[in-house]
């Protein structure tokens, strides 16, 4: 298991790119833990110790392999926009950073793929049987009312 310590500045100057970076960084691991506390100085801040540990390589997987933005078409934009805005909701309601309810890689790929139902998400690549067991049918809904 291996650590890294992400800081999110709360300053809209700052918010994005660190936003990005760690969004950019956890795609490439597993993420094992985290836990964040809120730092209140002349530049407030998110402080976020993830656990991960390497994702491993599969010879064969069922899983879809991971896209970006630019790939989502303009109906899955849409869909795309709306699984942030409740991810937004979720984080609002658990003061937590939204990247610690989903990553936005997470977020293309079920925009672009559309599980039907929780069986079908369990294909998204990323997703484990925790954050599916406790999203999923929120996940579900907003999907079927995009």
């Given amino acids: ?17 660190d936003q990005t970076e760690i969004n950019n960084s956890l795609a490439h691991y597993d993420i094992l833990n985290t836990n964040s506390n809120f730092i209140e100085d002349e530049t407030s801040y998110w402080s976020v ?4 540990q390497e994702k491993k390589v599969k010879e064969s997987s069922n ?7 630019e790939e989502l078409s303009q109906e899955e934009m849409i869909i795309y926009n709306k ?7 979720k984080a609002r309601e658990s003061q937590l950073p939204p990247y610690i309810i989903f990553h936005n890689a997470h977020l293309i790929s079920i925009a672009k793929y559309k599980p039907s139902n929780l069986e079908d998400l369990e294909n998204v690549n ?3 049987k ?3 067991e406790k999203f999923g049918a929120e996940i579900i809904e907003v999907l079927e009312n995009a």
């Fill in 130 to 132: 925790s954050k599916i």
């Fill in 49 to 52: 110790l993830v656990s991960y």
């Fill in 126 to 128: 990323g997703l484990g």
């Fill in 83 to 89: 699984l942030k805005d409740w991810r937004s909701e």
């Fill in 1 to 17: 298991m291996k650590v890294k310590v992400f800081k999110i500045r709360i300053s809209d100057e700052f918010l994005s790119a």
């Fill in 63 to 69: 899983k879809a392999h991971p896209i970006f933005e």
